[in-house]
C-alpha cells in the first residue's frame, strides 16, 4: 500500500481498556511516545469504550485528551468540546466543563425497566451494573473504589453479568432485538443497549468533523474486543489487539493489522505499521 501524504487530517478512534489501557492495570505507559507524536502531528485521540462519561473525565485529563470529542457507553453517549459544536445546535453555558453531551440511544432508566420485564418474561438469571455491589464491581473489573462507584453512573448502556445457558441467551438476545434493543459483548461484560454501537459514533463524529471543516479525515481505529467490531469497520485502517479473553473477533476491513502484543504495547504497535513512516516524530529534548 502507497503512503498517506503526511498533511492528509487524520483522526485516532480508539477503545480503551485492554487496547490503549493494560487489561489488568490500567497503565498506557508503552503508549506515551505515539500519543505525544499524534499530538505534535495535530492528530486527536477519541475514545470509544464502554466506560461512563463520569470515568472519561478524569482519565481524559490523565492522558491529555480534555480537549478532544469521546464516545462513551458503546455509542449511547457523544461528548463534544467547544472546537466539535455546532453554533446554533450545540451551544449551551451549562453544559458541564464546556461540554455538549449527545445521546442518541434510550434512557438507563427505560432500559433497567425493559430488562426488568425480559428477565420475569423469560425467567433468565443475570445481573446488571446498577444491581452490583461496588466490591463486586471492583473485584470483576480490578478497579479501585472511586472508579468503580464512577463506573455505576450509567446514562444509555446496561453491562451485564450473564448466569444462564447459552440456549436462554440466544432467547435473550432475540427478545431484546425484537424490543428495540440489541446485546453486544465485550471484553469483561455483555452490554445492553439501544439498537445503536461504537460504529454509529464513529461516522457521527466523522459526519461532525467533515461538516465543520469542509473534508473527510483519514481515520485509524484500535480495538481488541467483539464490542469493537463495529469501530474497527467504521474506519480506514484498522488495528485489532489481541484481547485478554476468549471471545472470537473477525473484520472485513480491507485494511486491517493483527497486533501481536496485547494492550497499549500493541497500541503503538499498530500506530508503527500504518503511519510509522508518515508522521514524523517530535524532536527529542536535550
Not at 212 to 219: A, D, E, K, N, Q
Amino acid at each position: 500500500m502507497s503512503p498517506v501524504s503526511p498533511s492528509l487530517p487524520r483522526l485516532v478512534f480508539t477503545d480503551l481498556d485492554g487496547t490503549l489501557l493494560d487489561h489488568d492495570n490500567y497503565g498506557w505507559k508503552p503508549a506515551a511516545p505515539w500519543l505525544k507524536r499524534l499530538h505534535h502531528a495535530g492528530v486527536l485521540v477519541i475514545p470509544v469504550t464502554s466506560k461512563t462519561r463520569a470515568e472519561l473525565m478524569p482519565l481524559r485529563r490523565e492522558l491529555g485528551l480534555q480537549d478532544i470529542p469521546f464516545i462513551a457507553e458503546n455509542g449511547a453517549v457523544i461528548g463534544l468540546p467547544p472546537a466539535w459544536q455546532h453554533a446554533r445546535l450545540d451551544r449551551n453555558p451549562n453544559f458541564v466543563d464546556g461540554l455538549a453531551i449527545k445521546t442518541p440511544g434510550i434512557d438507563i432508566g427505560f432500559l433497567r425497566t425493559r430488562l426488568g420485564v425480559m428477565r420475569e418474561r423469560l425467567g433468565v438469571r443475570f445481573r446488571g451494573m446498577g444491581e452490583l455491589g461496588i466490591d463486586e464491581i471492583m473485584s470483576l473489573t480490578g478497579l479501585p473504589e472511586p472508579q468503580a462507584r464512577l463506573a455505576r453512573v450509567r446514562e444509555g448502556c446496561e453491562p451485564l453479568i450473564w448466569d444462564d445457558s447459552e440456549a436462554a441467551l440466544v432467547d435473550f438476545r432475540q427478545a431484546l432485538e425484537a424490543d428495540g434493543l440489541c446485546l453486544l459483548r465485550g471484553g469483561r461484560f455483555w452490554h445492553a443497549m439501544g439498537q445503536l454501537d461504537k460504529g454509529d459514533g464513529v461516522r457521527w463524529l466523522v459526519e461532525r468533523y467533515q461538516a465543520l471543516r469542509g473534508h473527510r479525515p483519514l481515520t485509524l481505529g484500535l480495538g481488541d474486543g467483539p464490542n469493537d467490531v463495529p469501530l474497527l469497520e467504521a474506519v480506514d485502517r484498522a488495528v485489532l489487539i489481541p484481547g485478554r479473553h476468549d471471545h472470537s473477533v473477525r473484520l472485513t476491513n480491507a485494511h486491517q493489522y493483527h497486533a501481536r502484543h496485547p494492550g497499549p504495547s500493541g497500541w503503538a504497535e499498530g500506530l508503527d505499521y500504518w503511519w510509522g513512516k508518515e508522521l514524523t516524530a517530535p524532536a527529542k529534548e536535550s
